[in-house]
């Protein structure tokens, strides 16, 4: 009776041992799971997170050709944006705008007009003189009142400028950029692009140029030769 009792306890000692050996495994790959799955989530959001912050919005204002929001790269240059939107007009101050910086988000890229004080102080001096002419001829008038005004001259009609067309693959920087919405860069940036690539088949292969918007495409595809 004693030995048929000790082989009883030692049956019921190895189910034991299964048992919580078999719970323990189930326990580990268990956490080891769990684990990977937060580790993948962390990695996920951790990605997500460095996307979003690598955009920003950025707004150009002043002498650009199409002002606005955009939406940049956290490592592109002002200039970089300012293309973006259209690239510079003929009336901007390039020196007053620091091209080389790195944009931020919220920040305000302002392009001011080149300041005309020459034009101001000519203007002045042929207000003045043309005061003085008008206090002479006034006074020789009134002691010619007797002879005959002469009939003015008929003022000219304002012509209209000649309209000119564009051919992609044969302009020049220069003809690109005397387009009024088309920088001298972005000028330079198409034929670079022509050189490399050969000859544009249609008009919306401009897009495809590094630097070309929508802005520069709708100033060009009116001028563009059939």
Do not use: C, H, W
């Amino acid at each position: 009776m004693k030995k048929e009792l000790t082989k009883v306890q030692k049956y019921i000692v190895v189910i034991v041992l299964i048992f919580v050996t078999a719970f323990g495994i189930q326990f580990a790959m268990t956490q080891v799971g769990q684990q990977g799955k937060e580790d993948s989530l962390e990695k996920v959001n951790g990605q997500t997170e460095e996307i979003t912050k690598s955009k920003v919005q950025v707004q150009v204002a002043g002498e650009v050709v199409n002002p606005g929001i955009y939406e940049a790269e956290l490592d592109m240059r002002a200039e970089e944006v300012i293309e973006m939107a259209g690239g510079f007009t003929e009336k901007a101050d390039r020196d007053k705008v620091n091209r080389v910086a790195y944009v931020k988000d919220g920040q305000k890229i302002d392009v001011p007009a080149v300041k005309e004080e020459s034009s101001s102080k000519s203007s002045s001096k042929s207000s003045s003189k043309t005061s003085s002419s008008t206090k002479k001829s006034s006074s020789s008038s009134a002691k010619t009142t007797k002879e005959t005004t002469p009939k003015p001259e008929p003022t000219p009609q304002p012509t209209e400028p000649a309209k000119f067309s564009i051919n992609l693959n044969t302009a020049s920087v220069d003809d690109l950029a005397a387009v009024k919405g088309v920088s001298r860069e972005t000028a330079e940036k198409i034929v670079r692009y022509r050189s490399e690539n050969g000859a544009f088949v249609s008009a919306e292969d401009l897009l495809d140029v590094p630097g070309v918007t929508m802005g520069v495409y709708n100033a060009l595809e009116p001028l563009l030769q059939n």
